[in-house]
C-alpha cells in the first residue's frame, strides 16, 4: 500500500539539504515489552508524541518532502497512523509483512521507492533534538561524494542519553570512523541518523541482513565516516528510558 499526498511549497525557497528519507519502523520492539505487545515501538508516546511522529517532525523542520517507512510489527497500525499524520509529506510504504529484512535488507528492498542519492535513514526508536545546528543539515553539509558512502550522525558516549552502551565507533580527526574493539570503550554512539550513497548497496544480495554488513565494507573501504551531533540525543529502548526521557526534555 502507499500512501501519497501532494507536497505543500513552503514560503522558505531554500533547498531541502536531503532529498529523501527512509524511516526504520518494522522491527518487533522486543525490548519496550509489555508497551509493544498491542502496538508497534514507533508508536510508543514520549513527551506526548510517538516516536515515529517526532521523527517526521525533524523531516519537516529539515524541508524533506519524501519519505518512505517500512512496516512489518502491527503494520495496520502504522499505516493508520501515518494517514493521520503525514500532514504535507509524501510517504510511501514499504511492506515487509512477508518476511522481516532487519535493517539492511530492508532499506535494500525500499531502494527503488527513494528518488535521492544521497539520501537520509532514521530509525524510529531514537529521539534527538537539534543544537545550534540542524542535524540533518549538518550531515548534508558535510557530505563529500567524492570520498564518502556513509556518514553517520555520532553523539559522545557522555552525552548519550539513556544508552548503556559502550559505545559504537572511533572517529579521527578527518571524520573517518572505525569500530569499537571487543571489551574495549569506544567514545561515540551512533544515533540512529545517517547519510548514505546508494553506492553502498551495489552488488548487495537481497534478503534479510542487518546494515552492519554494509558499514563494515564503508569502513574496510575507507569511505565511513562520522560528524558528531550538537543537540540531545535519547535512546529510547525500554519501557524504563520513557520516564528518563521526558525528565531530561523538562529540564532543558
Known amino acids: 500500500m502507499t500512501i501519497r499526498k501532494p507536497l505543500v511549497l513552503r514560503p522558505n525557497p531554500t533547498k531541502p539539504p536531503v532529498g529523501a528519507a527512509m524511516i526504520l519502523a518494522a522491527g518487533l520492539g522486543k525490548r ?3 508497551l509493544t ?10 513527551a506526548g508524541q510517538s516516536l515515529l511522529d517526532h521523527v517526521l517532525d525533524r523531516l519537516r523542520a529539515a524541508g524533506i518532502g519524501n519519505v518512505v517507512v517500512n512496516v512489518h510489527y502491527l503494520a495496520d497500525a502504522l499505516e493508520a497512523h501515518l494517514k493521520r ?13 512477508g518476511k522481516l529484512l532487519e535493517t539492511g535488507g530492508g532499506v535494500l528492498k525500499a531502494l527503488p521507492m527513494i528518488d ?6 532514521a ?4 529521539l534527538w533534538v537539534d543544537g545550534p545546528v540542524d542535524a540533518i543539515r549538518l550531515l548534508a553539509d558535510r557530505w563529500d561524494d567524492a570520498t564518502m558512502d556513509a556518514l553517520l550522525l555520532l553523539v559522545p558516549l557522555a552525552r548519550a542519553n539513556c544508552h548503556s552502551g559502550q559505545g559504537d565507533f572511533h572517529m579521527g580527526p578527518d571524520g573517518v570512523i572505525a569500530r569499537r574493539k571487543p571489551a574495549k570503550v569506544a567514545p561515540f554512539v551512533y544515533t540512529g541518523v545517517q547519510l548514505v550513497s546508494k553506492r553502498l548497496f551495489e552488488g548487495v544480495e537481497e534478503g534479510n541482513f542487518s546494515f552492519n554488513l554494509l558499514w563494515n565494507r564503508a569502513i574496510a ?30 529540564r532543558n
Open 32 to 34: 519496550m515489552r509489555p
Open 221 to 250: 573501504a575507507g569511505r565511513a565516516y562520522g560528524v558528531v551531533h550538537q543537540g540531545l540525543w535519547f535512546d529510547v529502548g525500554s519501557p524504563p528510558s520513557i520516564g528518563k526521557t521526558e525528565e531530561l526534555l523538562g
Open 116 to 121: 535521492a542519492d544521497p539520501f537520509l535513514i
Open 37 to 46: 505487545a498491542t502496538r508497534p515501538k514507533p508508536l510508543v508516546e514520549v
Open 85 to 97: 499524520k503525514a500532514g504535507d509529506l509524501n510517504v510511501a510504504i514499504s511492506d515487509e509483512r
Open 123 to 126: 530509525n524510529s526508536d531514537n
